[in-house]
C-alpha cells in the first residue's frame, strides 16, 4: 500500500547539494577555536541563527526533554544558556544537573554537540542577561537562571554525500577518540 506521508518524507533531500569539506587532522586541539570557526563559517554560508541549540534535560527518573534555546557565551565555566529556574528545565536541572546541547546547521550538514554537567552562573551574572534581553522592560526577574555546561564531550559532525560522514570527538569517556564514516 502507497503510503504518501512517507513518500513525501522519502522524497526529502537530507543535506544540500554543497557540502564543505572538514579535515579532522586539521582541526584544533581546542573544540572552542573549532566551534567558533564553524559558527563564522555558518554565518558566510547564511545560517540564520547558528547561536540557536536544543537543550537536552532530564527528569530524576530518565525521562527525557528537549527544546530549543539560544547559546549566550563560551567561556572558562562553559557554554552558557540562560532561562527560568521554574520552567521544567530548570526544574530538571535542578535535580539532575546534566545537559546536552546539540547545534544543527543544515546549509552546511554539520552539527555539533556537546554534554556535561551544568552549573549556575552568579546572581549578578543572570540579572545581567536578563535586562540584555532585547524584550527586558525594565523589571527584574529573580528566577532567570545562567548556566553553563561544562563539556565533558564535544563532538562536530560533518555530512558527506557518500555518506562516510566525518566525526571529530573531544573529551573523554566511551566515544573518545576519533571515528569517521560513522
Ligand atoms: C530559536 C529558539 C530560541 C529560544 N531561546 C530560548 C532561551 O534562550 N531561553 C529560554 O528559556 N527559552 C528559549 N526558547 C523557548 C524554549 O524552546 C522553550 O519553549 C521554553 O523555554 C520552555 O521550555 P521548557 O518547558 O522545556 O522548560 C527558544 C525557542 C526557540 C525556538
Redesign the pocket.
Known sequence: MSDPFRSQLRALPDFPLELPDFDPDAAPADPVELFRRWLDEALAAGVQ?PH?CSLATADSNGQP?A????LKNIDDDGWH????RT????RELAVNPRAALNFYWPQQGRQIRVAGRVIELSEEASAADWHARPAADGTDNPDWQLYAVSPQEIEFWQARHDRRHMRHFYGAGPESGRVNGG
Open positions: 541563527q540557536a526533554s527544546r530549543m534555546l539560544i544558556f540562560a532561562t527560568s520552567s521544567r528545565k530548570g
